[in-house]
């Protein structure tokens, strides 16, 4: 086979430029960069509302614990809502308040039972969304009774 003969049949083999996967391959320059316009901002939301949830329930057993220790010295026989309030800011500083912003406390003391009330807001990762937290516990009021009472 000569080197001419070799020629003629390079020619008559259908050009790169012509062939149907060529074109196709060339139209679909770019695409890689389109779908990740697309997916990387849905993944990055995606990764933050997980962080969010993240700290919104840090947040909400930070108020739970809280909530637990100020009842713990609220019921005692001799506790007061004072007390209360005291070992809740101790708590709530003890812990941090990175997670759980703007807390409120509320204490309530009858004769028979004690709550406690923990409300604040979530430390935001996603602009403008501030998820509430609050933690609710309650329990009865220790009562010394001499030998030989029941309680009623």
Avoid: N
Wanted: proline share 7%; charged share 20%; net charge neutral.
């Amino acid at each position: 086979m000569t080197l001419t003969e070799t020629r003629r049949r390079q020619d008559a083999l259908p050009r790169p430029e012509s062939r149907p996967d060529a074109s196709r391959l060339r139209d679909e320059s770019g695409a890689v960069t389109t779908e990740m316009v697309i997916i990387m901002p849905v993944l990055l939301t995606m990764v933050l509302l997980l962080a969010q949830a993240t700290i919104w329930w840090h947040a909400l057993h930070i108020a739970q614990a809280t909530a637990s220790d100020a009842l713990a010295v609220v019921r005692v026989e001799d506790g007061t809502t004072a007390v209360g309030q005291d070992e809740a800011q101790r708590v709530l500083d003890q812990l941090g308040r990175g997670p759980l912003r703007g807390t409120h406390v509320t204490i309530t003391r009858t004769a028979d039972r004690a709550d406690v009330r923990i409300t604040g807001t979530a430390t935001s990762v996603v602009p403008f969304l501030h998820l509430p937290v609050r933690a609710h516990v309650s329990g009865p009021v220790e009562q010394f009774r001499p030998g030989g009472q029941a309680a009623p």
